[in-house]
């Protein structure tokens, strides 16, 4: 596995243990009792969140191609 394939595997596993914890928060009670506006922003942070991981993830895959084509040539 390339040095920078990891490091990506990394990124969005913590990310994804960031996001889970987010997306806890916002099933609770105390979500509930916060603003509106600072709801709205955490739920935009978790959409974000969710998007930036897709992103991370099609870079692994792409990695991993571009490992598999190199090796078949």
């Given at each position: 596995m390339e040095v920078l394939?990891?490091?990506l595997l990394n990124e969005r596993s913590?990310?994804?243990?960031?996001l889970n914890k987010l997306l806890a928060f916002i099933e609770t009670e105390k979500y509930q009792e916060l603003s509106s506006e600072a709801k709205f922003l955490?739920?935009?942070?978790?959409r974000?969140?969710?998007?930036y991981s897709e992103v991370l993830y099609r870079r692994i895959i792409l990695i991993s191609e571009e490992i598999a084509n190199a090796k078949q040539q």
């Open positions: 394939q990891e490091k913590e990310l994804t243990t960031k955490l739920k935009q942070q978790a974000l969140m969710t998007a």
